[in-house]
Each structure stands twice: as structure tokens, then as C-alpha cells.
């Protein structure tokens, strides 16, 4: 009994904490998003689902979205495996820590700086400054969606690269050789051995990623210059420029929703592929 | 493979070397570098605003660090002995805060708390005597630290709870058996084994608030931190002097994490 009081004593704070900054603040947006308009902006109460029935407004942000979270998260995978590869299996080990050190470290400086260095490397006077002089021109890298995935790639390639490199990296390599040493080419032996044995590492980076993605804002912002723009950059717009809270809460549930539904859908996906559910939940 | 290696090292590199060459442009404009100089530096420091912004940026960080690792380490530890739907109710809580995106927390909070406020302070004003003027709640340094706080302490409450979920058992009833109060076990066998998670968790609360723009967009009122400071000059256009103040910062970052590192591996081979 006095356990139990002691346990309820340190976690009230914790508890009262996220009530109040996590769940009230969700539960408001869930009510303003049936909500209208007031005339100056922010909120008046209503029960309506026009703004729902308004969501085709911002189409082009969830299509963005949709298409550029996807494909970001695919190709920091594509660029990340190799890497996590050799930093597992090829490379020394006295030099394995170093090299992973060295690959997490960017991780821990601002994005939004990290971002910004790009603005010099794509813009008018970087890369297509280059191409002009081997005589390619007018080449226009800043704001386009390749300029976007190349911030995104390079902002979240470390957080591919370090679960996966854990699961290649508990693999016991004996299992390489058996296959080897059984004849199989060294192909073969990464497509059925190593490959299959990777996948929850693959699994969760892919899952971190892609949820960052969804909700973000900084990367299109800064790289995209207003053309290509993702929900959040819808978000920050409906809630800070147009002040049409009710429409905004309903992008956000919707954001949330999709969140929700894609991600449910990819943990039963690969619990199905690979059978070991622990090892991929985010806990 | 290594040539593959190598060229991804040079991926990651090369656009934070551009960043820390061009800090040291004596040229006015960012593009092209006219020759050496640390006059940036200088104008970044002497910059008020720059210097408001780091302070802002500072104070939110250590308090959001402190009141992260307190609190999550202390939830993290009762976890250990509740079930039930408590329990069940907190993974739930932990596992949507890490879940949703920040820009959700954001304008989540910044509607509930300004809807709240406009309940809250004219009810304060009606209550307190005339004459005196009553307190005014609104968006700034506390709303900015609560809403840090909130995301940090799910974080901290993960790490904290991985160590003790790795922690030897038989070390808390050895001393239990050799007659240590509760609270004996815990100062001295229980502390020990999981500071190096609380440290960690303590440096990852402080430089993500540190860092994070999107929540502080959203709720830090009329403050201006650093990265809000850095993301509105970026509007403007590109300066050697967010150069030299990017440049500073991510050193700044580096040096943490290598006393955070030497920290760790201190506490590991104490313990271990």
C-alpha cells in the first residue's frame, strides 16, 4: 500500500505534465476542427464537417507530402544500406566506432542550419555555377522537389544508417560464412542471408524517418522557397498568416490520421515479412 | 565499397565545411569568398539580438533539461511497479507524444493554451483586488518550457526505463537481504546503475530544445530564440553572419557531445 502511494507520488508529475501539454491540447484541436471561423480569424464554436469538407483545398500540400515522404525515406534507405554495410561487415574494427561517430555527429547539430547549407550548395551560384562552366546552363536546382529531397535525405540519413547498421551489426557473422562455405556466391549469400536478416533494422529506420517526414516543416521551407511546400508548411500558414483555426485543426486531425492509418498498416506489414514484432516497435 | 563510403562521408561534410569556410569570408556577400576573416564572428557577437536570442535559447534548454530528466526518471522508476491500466494509460501518453509530429504539438498547445489564458485571465483579473493589477498569463519562457518539457520527459521516460529494464535484479535483493531501506537501495544501487541514462537523457532534453524551432515557433510567444532568430534572417537572405553563427553552434553541439561521451564511458567503466 505505502508502495503504491510512493509510485502514484512520482508519477502525478509526469502524468499531470502530458495531460495538460499533450492530451488537452490534442483534445482541442480534435473540438476545433468541427468549428467555424470567426470573422477576425480564430475559432467560433460550431458542430460542422465543412471544414473536412474543405480539405481538397490543400490538396496539393498532402500530395507533396505523400509523394516526397515516401520517396525521401526510400532513398535515405537506398544511400543508408551500403553504409550501415560496410560499417558492419567490411570495415575494420578499429576504425568502426570512429566512422559511426562520424555519421551520428551531424545528427546532433541543428537541422535547421544543416538545412541552410544547402541553400548555398544548389543556389545560383553553387552547383549550376559549376555546370555553366562545363557549358550546361541555366540549370535551376534551388526550390524544386529535388532540392527538397536532397535536405531530406542528408538531414535524416543518420537515423537510416544507425538501426540498421545494429541489426547488421548483431548478425552473426558465422552465418556468412556457412553460406559461403556451402557454395553460394557472394550475392546470394547477401540476398538470402544477410538481407532478410536486416530487416527490422531497416524496418524502424524506415519508420523514424517516414514519421518525421509527415510532419515536416523546416526542409521545404527553407530548400523549397514556397513551391514545394508539405502540410506542415500548410499548417504554419493557416494558423500564423490566415488565422483560420478551424480549417487548420482539421489538416492537422487529418495529418494525424494518415499518420496513424500508414503506419498500422506498415507494422503489420513487416510483423507479417518478418515475423519479429519486438525488435521493430519504437520502444 | 569504401570509394561508396567515403563519397557519403563527403556528403555529409561538405555542406557544414561550405558553412564554416564561407563564416570566415571577408566579403560582404555569401557567394564568393574575397579572403580571411573572423569579422562575422565579431559583428555575430556584438549582434544584441543574437545575443537576447542565445540567452533565451540557453535558459529554455537547461530548464527543459532539468525538469525532463527529474521528472522522467521519477516516472520511469514508478512505471516499474505499477500495471494495469496505469500503466497502459502511460505507454499510451509516451508513445503519442513521440508519434505525433512537433508541428501538431505546436499549434496543438498554441490554441488550447491561448483558449485557456483567455478564460483564465479575466477570471484572475475579476479576483484580485482593485487597485493592484492582476497577473496577465501568456505565451512565452513558461509555455516554451512546459511544451519542451512534455516531449523530453517521453524521451527521457524510454531511455531511463531501457536501463532499468537491463538492470541485474539480484543487485537490488542482495540489498535487500543485507537489510538496506527502500530508499538506501535506491541512493546506492539503483542511482548509480541508471545516471549514465539520465545524463543522457538530460543532454538529448537540452539540445533538442535547444535546437528545435517548430514547437518554439508556435509557443514561445513574444521570445525570440536562437533558431527562430536564425530561420527569420534565412528569409532575408543568406549572411555571412548566420555563417559564423551556425558555424559557432555546431561547435558548440560537437564539444557537448564529446564531454557527454567521455561522461558515459566514465560512468560505464565505473559501474561495469
Known sequence: ?283 | MRLYAISVYLFLYIPIGVIAVFSFNSGRHASQFMGFSTKWYGKALSNPFVMDALETSLIAAFLTACLAASLGTMAAIALQGVSGWLRTLFDALIYIAVMIPGIVIGIATLIALVTVFGWVNPMLAALWPEGATPPQLNMGMGTLVAAHTMFTMALVIIIVRARIAGMDRSLLEASQDLFATPWGTFRQVTLPLIAPAILAGFLLSFTFSFDDFIIAFFVAGSETTLPIYIFSSIRRGVTPEINAIGTMVMAASLMLLVIAQMLLRRGVSKSG
Open chain 1, 1 to 283: 500500500m505505502r508502495q503504491l502511494r510512493r509510485n502514484g507520488v512520482l508519477l502525478a508529475p509526469a502524468g499531470i505534465w502530458l495531460l495538460v501539454m499533450l492530451v488537452l491540447p490534442l483534445v482541442v484541436v480534435f473540438i476545433f476542427s468541427f468549428g467555424e471561423r470567426g470573422a477576425a480569424g480564430g475559432y467560433v464554436p460550431a458542430l460542422t464537417l465543412e471544414q473536412y469538407a474543405n480539405l481538397p483545398a490543400r490538396w496539393t500540400a498532402f500530395k507533396n507530402t505523400l509523394i516526397l515522404a515516401p520517396l525521401g525515406t526510400l532513398a535515405a534507405l537506398l544511400i543508408a544500406y551500403p553504409l550501415a554495410y560496410y560499417l558492419a561487415v567490411r570495415c575494420s574494427p578499429k576504425w568502426r566506432t570512429t566512422l559511426l561517430i562520424l555519421v551520428i555527429v551531424p545528427f546532433w547539430t541543428s537541422i535547421l542550419i544543416r538545412s541552410y547549407a544547402w541553400i548555398f550548395i544548389l543556389g545560383g551560384r553553387g552547383i549550376p555555377a559549376l555546370l555553366e562552366m562545363v557549358g550546361i546552363d541555366e540549370v535551376r536546382l534551388i526550390n524544386t522537389p529535388f532540392a527538397v529531397l536532397v535536405g531530406i535525405v542528408y538531414g535524416y540519413l543518420p537515423l537510416m544508417v544507425f538501426p540498421i547498421f545494429v541489426s547488421l551489426d548483431k548478425l552473426d557473422k558465422r552465418l556468412l560464412e556457412a553460406s559461403s562455405d556451402l557454395g553460394s556466391t557472394p550475392l546470394r549469400t547477401f540476398w538470402q542471408v544477410t538481407l532478410p536478416l536486416s530487416v527490422p533494422g531497416v524496418a524502424t529506420g524506415c519508420m523514424l524517418v517516414f514519421i518525421l517526414l509527415m510532419g515536416e516543416f523546416l526542409i521545404p521551407a527553407i530548400l523549397g522557397g514556397g513551391k514545394v511546400f508539405f502540410v506542415g508548411n500548410a499548417l504554419v500558414d493557416l494558423f500564423l498568416q490566415s488565422r483560420n483555426w478551424a480549417f487548420g485543426s482539421a489538416v492537422a486531425m487529418t495529418l494525424v490520421f494518415i499518420m496513424l492509418v500508414t503506419v498500422t498498416v506498415y507494422m503489420k506489414f513487416i510483423s507479417r515479412l518478418g515475423g519479429q514484432r519486438d525488435d521493430i516497435s519504437l520502444m
